[in-house]
C-alpha cells in the first residue's frame, strides 16, 4: 500500500522559477526521502530527512519535514529545464535490515525553458 | 565504488512463459536488497526484500518469486507470467544502517504479450 501521497500530481513552471512539491503520510516514520526519476529511468536519490529533523538543505534543494502534521515539502530553487522529471516522496518507519521504503505515486515536473 | 546492475533493459514475453530478472550490486557487502514493480503513471509497490542470502520477505502476493543465491545478487523470476505482470521493475540496494538512501538500477521494461 502507498503511505506518502505527493501534491500536485503534476507542475508546470517557468525555467528560473522555484518549485514546491508536498508529500503527505499516514504513519510514524523513522525518516522521509526524496527521489527523481527521468522518464524510463531508475530512481536518483535526492535527499534524506529524519524524524527529528525539521528542514534540510542540499544544493538548490530545500526539504521540510513536520511530523505533527505528516507532511514533507521539497523545494527546487531557481529551477532549471534539466529538472524536468517525476519526484517521488517515499518513507520508512524503520532502519537497518528492517527498513522498506513505501513510495508515493509521484509528482510530474515539467520546466519550461 | 559501488554499483548496481540490473538487465535486461527491455523483455517482451508471452502470457506462460518464464522470466527470470538479474540484479546485481559491485562494491559493498551484506547490502539490503529490494525488487521494486512500477506501473505506468504509478508509484513504486514493494514486491520482496532481502537482508541477507536465503533470506526473501515478500509484500505482495502475487506470481513471483524472488531469491538471493550470492549476498550481491538478487532474482525475480516467474513460472508462468500473466499479463498483469507487465511493468517496470527496478531493483534498489542500501546500507541499512548508517542510514542512507536507497540507490536503484536503471530497471527491466517488461511487456507480456
Known amino acids: 500500500s502507498q503511505q506518502g501521497e505527493e501534491d500536485p500530481q503534476a507542475l508546470s513552471i517557468q525555467e528560473g522559477e522555484n518549485a514546491t512539491m508536498n508529500c503527505s503520510y499516514k504513519?510514524?516514520?523513522?525518516?522521509l526521502q526524496w527521489y527523481r526519476q527521468n522518464s524510463g529511468r531508475g530512481l536518483v536519490h535526492l535527499i534524506l530527512?529524519?524524524?527529528?529533523?525539521r528542514e534540510k538543505h542540499s544544493g538548490r534543494l530545500r526539504v521540510t519535514l513536520d511530523t505533527s502534521k505528516k507532511s514533507s515539502s521539497l523545494l527546487i530553487t531557481a529551477s532549471r529545464a534539466a529538472d524536468t522529471a517525476s519526484y517521488f516522496c517515499?518513507?520508512?518507519?524503520?532502519?537497518?535490515?528492517?527498513?522498506?521504503?513505501?513510495f508515493g505515486k509521484g509528482i510530474t515536473l515539467s520546466v519550461r525553458p | 565504488s559501488q554499483t548496481i546492475h540490473q538487465w535486461p533493459a527491455t523483455l517482451v514475453q508471452p502470457v506462460g512463459s518464464p522470466l527470470s530478472l538479474e540484479c546485481t550490486v559491485e562494491?559493498?557487502?551484506?547490502?539490503?536488497l529490494y525488487w521494486y514493480r512500477q506501473a505506468a503513471g504509478r508509484g513504486l509497490q514493494l514486491l520482496f526484500y532481502?537482508?541477507?542470502?536465503?533470506?526473501i520477505s515478500s509484500e505482495v502476493p502475487q506470481n513471483l518469486s524472488a531469491s538471493r543465491p550470492q549476498d550481491r545478487q538478487f532474482i525475480l523470476s516467474s513460472k508462468k507470467l500473466l499479463l498483469s505482470d507487465s511493468g517496470f521493475y527496478l531493483c534498489?540496494?542500501?546500507?541499512?544502517?548508517?542510514?542512507?538512501?536507497?540507490?536503484f538500477g536503471s530497471g527491466t521494461r517488461l511487456t507480456v504479450v
Open positions: 517515499a518513507t520508512d518507519a524503520y532502519t537497518g535490515a528492517n527498513s522498506k521504503l513505501t
Open positions: 534498489a540496494w542500501s546500507r541499512g544502517a548508517p542510514l542512507s538512501g536507497y540507490t
Open positions: 532481502s537482508v541477507g542470502i536465503g533470506q
Open positions: 530527512i529524519r524524524s527529528n529533523e
Open positions: 562494491g559493498t557487502s551484506n547490502p539490503n
Open positions: 504513519t510514524s516514520i523513522n525518516n
